[in-house]
């Protein structure tokens, strides 16, 4: 995306995200923050769920709609066939998603042992790092995106004295 501005999700998102709102969305949320190795960022009408710097999931929403999306990229052995429904219009939806993670991110792993991604992956530990662990205290900086681009201009971080 050329214009970072340009990110951001509805209030009907964060809120699904946020509270139990019977979708369940929020327990993808929950999971992000209690697994280390999984990293949520904020897009235009959409979340990536980062795992060792590959997207594992894409959750996005249109009027209303909620979808997920896996790469399947990623499938070197078709240890899950088929996927989920990648429309997310009930709270099982999202569990049989939750259930696949474990199955998603092994076939990532094998994925990337073939396909080293060496510097995705850094900047996710670097941004983990950075924000979540006993580092974080001594940091004047909160990484928000580990690959953030914008042509208009460059961005400069500062701190008040």
Known sequence: MANGSNRGISIQFME??????????????????SDSSLCLEIRKDYINIYYRGGNILKVSEDKGQFTVYF???????????????????????????????????HEMDLWFGKNPKNEREFQQLL???????????????????IEYANTEGRFTAFRES
């Open 127 to 145: 941004a983990r790092e950075n924000n979540f662990t006993s580092a974080a205290k001594g940091t004047d900086y909160f990484i928000c995106d």
């Open 71 to 105: 790469d399947p990229n990623y499938f070197l052995h078709g240890l899950i066939n088929p996927l989920p429904s990648h429309i997310l219009s009930t709270y099982d939806d999202v569990t049989k998603w939750l259930c696949v993670i474990p199955f998603l991110k």
């Open 16 to 33: 699904a995200l946020q509270k139990n709102t019977g979708l369940g969305l929020n327990r993808i949320l929950d999971l992000v923050k």
